[in-house]
């Protein structure tokens, strides 16, 4: 059920990603312009595949748990993360 506590606890768009993420991941992200949740999702959103490149010391697999991450945070967040398949999405 989701109480007024529950969503307290629950990740936010506007949080830091230093709340959610281990210490040497979140400095970097931050580093790299991502500072917090929504500035995140809206970069994977926008790159794509390639949403970590400028993320230093991040590689393919730590990107997919970040991304699995936030993809189950949807709810809580209000942020769909969605990953196109080739870069960036491209208007219809």
């Known amino acids: 059920m989701d109480t007024p506590q529950a ?6 768009a506007h949080d830091s990603v230093a709340a959610w993420f281990e210490p040497l991941l979140s400095e970097r992200l931050s580093q790299a312009g991502f500072g917090t949740l929504r500035q995140l999702v809206r970069r994977i959103n926008d790159a794509g595949m ?15 748990r970040v991304v699995q991450w936030l993809h189950e945070q949807q709810e809580s967040t209000g942020m ?9 999405r491209h208007a219809p």
């Open 80 to 88: 769909e993360v969605s990953l196109p398949a080739h870069g960036r």
């Open 7 to 12: 969503r307290r606890n629950a990740p936010q």
């Open 50 to 64: 390639t949403w970590w490149y400028p993320v230093r010391g991040i590689g393919v697999r730590r990107a997919e």
